[in-house]
């Protein structure tokens, strides 16, 4: 079996997350209608532990648990322990969005990485906050009406993510988090809607 160079996994990290946010713009540019019998397209979850570990057992255990009650995940369970490619690979992610190398699980998906799980709370909400879609509108905005049209849609084929409104005209909470949003990708939110997923900010 041919063997993935470090160059090549860091590459790989960020497609999925691309895949998905240029599947939305087209999707909206376009403004395009309901169709029928959308596939369903599965978000992959890497959860990266050591075998042995009783605090790594339980956080796989949780995100199973939480596998099994969700449509459109696929999971992938690497032990680094024994697989010295899951380790390799592990290192790469890790590099890529400049963390330490760390003894605890980690949970890599939507181009957003959680590690030391156990210290940083509970791996169910993780893994909510990872596969949420927030979308943040104005009452009365006729862009994010017609958002609201097609992302149904785009919820169908993508039945992992979650979607999530977030008003600004009503929600003072909504205003700040949208701030701090822009002031963290450096970006300008002149208008609405504006999409944030896959640790990506696009208005």
């Given at each position: 079996?041919?063997?993935?160079?470090?160059?090549?996994?860091?590459?790989?990290?960020?497609?999925?997350?691309?895949?998905?946010?240029?599947?939305?713009?087209?999707?909206?540019?376009?403004?395009?209608?309901?169709?029928?019998?959308?596939?369903?397209?599965?978000?992959?979850?890497?959860?990266?532990?050591?075998?042995?570990?009783?605090?790594?057992?339980?956080?796989?255990?949780?995100?199973?648990?939480?596998?099994?009650?969700?449509?459109?995940?696929?999971?992938?369970?690497?032990?680094?322990?024994?697989?010295?490619?899951?380790?390799?690979?592990?290192?790469?992610?890790?590099?890529?969005?400049?963390?330490?190398?760390?003894?605890?699980?980690?949970?890599?998906?939507?181009n957003r990485v959680?590690?030391?799980?156990?210290?940083?709370?509970?791996?169910?909400a993780h893994l909510e906050?990872?596969?949420?879609?927030?979308?943040?509108?104005?009452?009365?905005?006729?862009?994010?009406?017609?958002?609201?049209?097609?992302?149904?849609?785009?919820?169908?084929?993508?039945?992992?993510?979650?979607?999530?409104?977030?008003?600004?005209?009503?929600?003072?909470?909504?205003?700040?988090?949208?701030?701090?949003?822009?002031?963290?990708?450096?970006?300008?939110?002149?208008?609405?809607?504006?999409?944030?997923?896959?640790?990506?900010?696009?208005?």
């Open positions: 079996m041919r063997r993935i160079t470090a160059n090549q996994q860091r590459l790989s990290l960020g497609l999925a997350s691309h895949f998905f946010v240029t599947f939305l713009f087209t999707a909206y540019a376009m403004q395009s209608e309901a169709r029928s019998a959308e596939p369903i397209r599965c978000v992959l979850i890497e959860v990266y532990y050591r075998s042995g570990d009783k605090d790594h057992a339980e956080v796989i255990s949780s995100v199973r648990e939480f596998n099994s009650t969700r449509e459109g995940i696929t999971l992938a369970i690497r032990d680094v322990k024994t697989d010295v490619r899951n380790q390799e690979r592990l290192n790469a992610i890790l590099k890529h969005f400049n963390i330490a190398p760390t003894a605890g699980p980690v949970i890599y998906g939507c959680v590690h030391d799980v156990p210290r940083t709370g509970s791996s169910t906050e990872l596969l949420q879609l927030e979308v943040f509108v104005r009452t009365g905005c006729s862009r994010c009406s017609s958002a609201k049209q097609w992302l149904p849609t785009f919820m169908k084929e993508y039945p992992g993510l979650k979607l999530v409104y977030r008003d600004i005209a009503v929600d003072a909470a909504s205003v700040t988090w949208l701030s701090q949003l822009v002031e963290r990708h450096r970006t300008a939110a002149a208008s609405v809607p504006v999409f944030h997923l896959c640790d990506s900010l696009h208005v």
